[in-house]
């Protein structure tokens, strides 16, 4: 089952723009993750933030969350050609003793950063 | 360098014949994981082992089999694929405790 939907699908801006991508998801977690991936390669860990977080902070990456809402925000600021890649959110469930076996990615929003 | 290694990188082969996919890892990660990824589908895991001879069933687990029996290795075996476990398949593991996920380079699949 598909636990994060990520919004939009594909976002296209120009360089030096903020690029903002949303995930929702549908049960309690303990940790909302999100991850990059270049075309056809794998997936890169960018951020986690935890249930009881709000916002938090990572270079040029900034993350939300609403557990209220069930939902996550991922803004990239300043974006560069170097950011096009696909985005994924990735939710852990509460109520799993460690946070691999349910471990559940979303369908990614697709961003292409033009110079 | 800390990496998750997967072979072959690209795969054709036919309906019914048996093949594997090998991972290894060399991080000492005691988690290792399999996921499939097809278009607007993201990643559904497949199967995950939370240690040397423990492995568990994802969210689509039917068609495939994997075992664990070293620490580093954990290939996922199709023992007679279908043309509808044409997909990238990406390989991943993690420490006890921790919560980043490092993934392999992915394994593209065709089965004809």
């Known amino acids: 089952s598909q636990q994060g939907e990520e919004d939009p699908q594909a976002l296209s801006i120009q360089e030096g723009e903020n690029a903002t991508m949303n995930c929702s998801y549908k049960?309690?977690?303990?940790?909302l993750q999100w991850y990059r991936q270049n075309s056809g390669r794998g997936l890169v860990h960018l951020i986690l933030?935890?249930?009881?977080?709000r916002e938090k902070h990572s270079g040029r990456l900034r993350v939300t969350l609403d557990t209220s809402k069930k939902s996550s925000s991922l803004l990239i600021t300043a974006s560069r050609a170097a950011d096009t890649a696909s985005y994924f959110c990735?939710?852990?469930?509460?109520?799993?003793?460690?946070?691999?076996?349910?471990?559940?990615f979303g369908a990614g929003t697709q961003v292409v950063v033009t110079p | 360098e800390a990496q998750v290694t997967q072979n072959p990188r690209y795969l054709i082969t036919v309906t019914g014949k048996k093949l594997t996919v090998t991972c290894s890892q060399n991080?000492?990660?005691?988690?290792m994981s399999w996921y499939r990824q097809d278009p607007g589908l993201g990643l559904r895991q497949i199967y995950y082992s939370m240690n040397v001879e423990v492995t568990d069933k994802g969210d689509v687990p039917e068609g495939y089999k994997v075992s664990r029996k070293e620490k580093r290795n954990f290939p996922l075996i199709l023992e007679s694929p279908s043309p509808n476990q044409t997909s990238l398949y990406f390989c991943a593991s993690k420490r006890t405790g921790g919560t980043e996920a490092f993934f392999g380079q992915g394994t593209r699949l065709t089965v004809v």
């Open positions: 991080m000492n990660h005691e988690y």
């Open positions: 990735a939710t852990d469930p509460r109520g799993t003793t460690d946070s691999w076996g349910k471990l559940q």
């Open positions: 049960t309690s977690i303990n940790n």
């Open positions: 933030i935890r249930s009881n977080e």
